[in-house]
């Protein structure tokens, strides 16, 4: 069954990572075949509760791009190195494809060889040579084994098309021959006697029994074909290896991981009309055919937390989002099909999806329910958020009363885990919950962090405020303003790029840098909409 990730925006915080975990439960108990996912590394805090709740950490996903790996190109198409000539031109013609991949006993990419290869070996001037093991000889020629020494031959070929006295008194023979000749004797006997490698029988020629004697003193190979000769000269060469021909030309490869998007601009550039596909050990997996780009198979994705392109996946456009559970207003992402979009007015994505497991009348389990606690503790600061819903309270409720745990007391323990700046650069502390919205053309980003300590800021203001003027600059900001949270106090200071200052003094009627406000404390409720009514008029 196709597998379908699940996760939260791209700086995962203790709800989205929490919903994730949870909601993939949920939907593995009702069938599905799910696998939670972050987006980048969890912050303190998340890391206190999934090691408090002995849960493991989901997996980094990089992107949801197309990559070669989702086209249904022809996979286990090639040869080995040591299959016959006859045996490549085969698989082509099996497929239908004028080109074969060559590849080494370990499956690792060699070369290629053409149906235009195979025509140049037939008319070169080396048709005389004799490359190949006893078996592809066998297979190519139809033949019988009569006696085998050796399994694998470098030989010139000598036929016997002259009168059987002018090859024994002018054709010189040795271990470097091979001789295809038919039931004349005399010449069997001059052949073995000079101590040649290989003798192919045609017609079904029969040999004598004195000469078969004289042949296994000598070592002798012989196989016997029901072929006449010259069809069996007319067609030895295909026995070859076909490790003989490759391509010596460079060869244009594609990467399993390399995006679909990069591949068209490639062969736009290139015009081959198969590329073989290989992994990053150069394991070669199949070849791509241009008209393999018709039938893709685009990641599925269900969104938990979020629903804007900005603050997802990279690639988001070229998956298929299968669902979405979000509690924040409605953002960008589009579909094409109807879609499962649960979105609800409350203050953590973990209360819809309580929700959603007593709907299924799914039984919650405690590792579950501790993570849909503290997603909802986190995101409602313990109750104190004006997000806080009704809803919300009576989840929490239930939830503690399941896990026989007083949700403040480990609401605190969870927050001072995660609220300490120490070991962190400025750049993560702006960064540590970090959202870019779009407003009319232009875009504006808020960082939020929660601390107890407002000092751990204040003693460095100067290079916190020189950096959010670097990154509204670098990333064409109007506004970029850090938020710091006193989850103590219930309030919140503010921090921003020296540019958006009017919109900031309008926003909150403030002047003065790193201002307070009591009880204000939620992003999405409170502080975004302010600046959205300046921006917006």
């Given at each position: ?40 590394d ?16 989901p ?6 791009k ?10 286990n ?7 016959s000539?006859l ?11 004028s ?9 690792k ?8 290869d ?26 019988e ?5 050796d ?15 002018r090859?024994?008194?002018e ?10 000749i038919g039931?004349r004797?005399?010449?069997?006997e ?6 040649v ?17 004289l ?37 244009t ?12 601009d ?15 050990e ?7 055919r ?8 685009k990641?599925?994705?269900?969104l938990?937390d979020h ?21 924040h ?6 579909t ?12 953590s ?33 313990i ?7 009704d ?5 929490v409720?239930?939830l ?6 007083n949700?403040?007391?480990y ?7 995660g ?13 540590n ?26 003693n ?16 064409g ?31 909150f ?17 409170q ?11």
């Amino acid at each position: 069954m196709e597998k379908t990730f699940i996760f939260g925006h791209l700086k995962p915080d203790t709800d989205s990572v929490c919903a994730a975990l949870s909601l993939e439960y949920l939907y593995n108990q009702l069938g599905m075949h799910t696998q939670a996912r972050i987006l980048s590394d969890t912050n303190k805090e998340t890391e206190f509760v999934l090691n408090y709740f002995h849960v493991k950490k989901p997996d980094v996903l990089d992107n949801v791009k197309l990559q070669i790996k989702d086209l249904n190109y022809l996979r286990n198409y090639y040869n080995n190195e040591k299959d016959s000539i006859l045996k490549g031109f085969q698989n082509m013609t099996n497929h239908g494809i004028s080109t074969t991949l060559i590849v080494d006993e370990n499956n690792k990419f060699k070369g290629i060889v053409g149906m235009k290869d195979i025509a140049k070996d037939q008319i070169s001037e080396h048709f005389n040579q004799l490359l190949t093991s006893y078996d592809n000889i066998l297979t190519t020629i139809e033949g019988e084994e009569v006696l085998r020494f050796d399994d694998e031959f470098c030989l010139d070929i000598i036929a016997g098309a002259y009168k059987s006295t002018r090859i024994i008194e002018e054709v010189k023979m040795g271990e470097k021959n091979a001789l295809i000749i038919g039931d004349r004797h005399s010449v069997i006997e001059y052949a073995i006697q000079s101590h040649v490698k290989l003798i192919i029988l045609t017609g079904n020629s029969k040999i004598k029994d004195e000469h078969l004697e004289l042949a296994k003193q000598n070592k002798v190979n012989i196989i016997k074909s029901k072929y006449d000769s010259f069809k069996v000269i007319k067609i030895i060469n295909l026995c070859n290896y076909i490790s003989t021909i490759i391509r010596k030309t460079t060869v244009t490869c594609m990467k399993d991981t390399d995006f679909v998007t990069d591949f068209v601009d490639h062969a736009n550039k290139t015009k081959f009309s198969y590329y073989p596909v290989i992994d990053h050990e150069n394991t070669c997996l199949g070849i791509l055919r241009l008209s393999d780009l018709g039938e893709k198979k685009k990641k599925k994705v269900i969104l938990v937390d979020h629903n804007s392109y900005d603050q997802s996946i990279y690639g988001l456009e070229e998956a298929e989002i299968m669902g979405i559970v979000d509690h924040h207003n409605i953002g960008s992402v589009a579909t094409t099909m109807p879609i499962n979009f649960r979105n609800m007015p409350v203050g953590s994505t973990n209360t819809i999806i309580f929700l959603m497991y007593k709907e299924n009348k799914i039984e919650i389990p405690k590792k579950i329910a501790g993570l849909m606690l503290s997603g909802i503790l986190s995101d409602t600061l313990i109750l104190k958020s004006p997000t806080t819903t009704d809803i919300d309270k009576r989840v929490v409720e239930a939830l503690s009363t399941q896990l026989n745990l007083n949700y403040e007391e480990y609401g605190l323990k969870m927050f001072n885990a995660g609220t300490s700046l120490e070991g962190m650069t400025k750049e993560e502390v702006i960064y540590n919950d970090f959202k870019v919205f779009p407003v009319k053309e232009e875009k504006i980003a808020i960082g939020q962090i929660f601390t107890t300590n407002i000092k751990e800021i204040t003693n460095q203001v100067q290079e916190y405020l020189q950096l959010l003027d670097d990154i509204s600059l670098n990333n064409g900001y109007t506004l970029c303003t850090l938020v710091v949270t006193d989850i103590i106090h219930n309030g919140s200071y503010f921090f921003y790029n020296e540019k958006a200052k009017h919109i900031m003094n309008m926003a909150f009627e403030e002047e003065k840098q790193g201002f307070y406000k009591q009880d204000v404390v939620s992003r999405k409720k409170q502080v975004l909409p302010a600046i959205l009514e300046i921006m917006s008029n």
